[in-house]
């Protein structure tokens, strides 16, 4: 079931909240402002709906506050150093947005527009246009993003594009999940694994260098469920650097599969992530600090929910050897995350 309201304005224009609710009760409201998803409501161990999704109440604090909650991510993800590319033997200058760097897509990127939106009986499709050189991107892309809603707890997000000229494409979802409730504080005793064996090098400004770590035998290894408030203060470079877990895990195989685990101990919520992607970005939050309330009231801090980022690996373009990112015109972009949600067994 899908229902539509009007939710508070932005200053861009108004903005749309809907609302996907299955035959089990679980509820996903998303806005159309950043194609945001701004509440995950499932069932915990004792049957009571909970939010497990850290957000606002009102449109206009999505634009106040940095931090990119539920926001997606466009039209690159992660990071590109020096805010450039090289693409068919041309150099693109980007908008720089983080010093030297650009940031999630730049000053003005998926997070920062109102979206059309379509909705049928159990998905909302959110559309918009990036117009040839914005952010200082080749081509002209069309891009749609699609929220499903199935009956076995499972949010499917599937990303589509196409470009009228050879671009790079890297989308996310900027989701911050917090399973015991979106407002009960730190996220550091929910039990998480990754199904991955390395994790890929960053320098001081959190830009890939290139090579691909093995996780064995270190505080980054979630092979086996652990917290990662076991582990976050080791005196450990990746981790001392990033000021806890902010690194791409580099998923097993390909195809969507099976990429992490996470269970909220105090509600028993669990949640499993799934992907076509070859990378997911693990992030405790580190440096969460807004400046407005946040729903219901509530107030959040650093460390008060993880992030489970599916991307392409940052910084592609700049690194032959990462999977590709280029979006040719006869090859449009596809990609899914799932992230499915269900009662840990005891």
């Known amino acids: 079931m899908v229902t539509i309201q ?16 299955n035959a089990n009760g679980m509820r ?20 009571r709906m909970t939010d497990v999704l850290l957000g606002y109440d009102r449109a206009a604090d999505y634009e106040v506050n940095s931090g990119y909650l539920g926001a997606c991510i466009g039209r690159n993800g992660n990071r590109i150093a020096g805010a450039a590319f090289c693409l068919n033997g041309r150099r693109y200058t980007l908008t720089a947005n983080e010093g030297k760097n650009q940031l999630h897509g730049g000053l003005c990127g998926f997070d920062k527009k109102i979206w059309s939106y379509t909705c049928r009986e159990d998905s909302v499709e ?55 409730g979106h407002g009960s504080g730190s996220a550091l005793g929910h039990r998480i694994s990754v199904d991955a064996d390395a994790y890929l090098e960053a320098d001081e400004n959190s830009v890939p260098t290139g090579r691909k770590l093995p996780v064995k035998g270190t505080p980054m290894d979630f092979t086996e469920e652990k917290t990662p408030g076991r582990d976050i203060n080791a005196d450990y470079p990746a981790l001392v650097q990033a000021k806890g877990y902010d690194q791409c895990y580099i998923i097993r195989d390909s195809g969507l599969r099976h990429a992490a685990w996470a269970t909220g101990p105090e509600t028993g919520i669990r949640m499993e992530v799934l992907t076509t992607l070859p990378g997911m970005h693990l992030y405790t939050a580190n440096y969460l600090a807004p400046q407005t309330a946040c729903k219901d009231g509530a107030r959040y801090e650093a460390r008060d929910a993880v992030c489970f980022e599916t991307e392409d690996f940052p910084d592609a373009p700049n690194h032959p050897d990462f999977p590709d990112t280029t979006l040719l015109p006869d090859a449009p972009y596809s990609s899914t995350t799932i992230y499915r949600f269900d009662i840990a067994p005891m």
């Not at 009007?6 to 609710?21: H, R």
């Not at 996903?28 to 004792?46: E, F, H, M, N, R």
């Not at 009228?164 to 911050?176: K, L, P, Q």
Request: with cysteine.
């Open 28 to 47: 996903v409201t998303l806005l159309s402002y950043g194609a945001t998803i701004q509440s995950i409501l499932v069932p915990d161990k004792d049957g």
């Open 126 to 180: 959110f559309t918009t246009v990036l117009a040839d050189g914005e952010e200082g991107f080749p081509g002209r892309m069309e891009v749609a993003i699609t929220f499903m809603l199935d009956d076995e707890n499972g949010l499917h997000i599937d990303y589509r594009a196409v470009s009228d000229r050879d671009t790079v494409a890297n989308f996310t979802n900027h989701a911050y999940f917090n399973l015991n």
């Open 6 to 21: 009007k939710a508070a304005p932005c200053s861009k224009g108004s903005v749309a909240s809907i609302t996907l609710e």
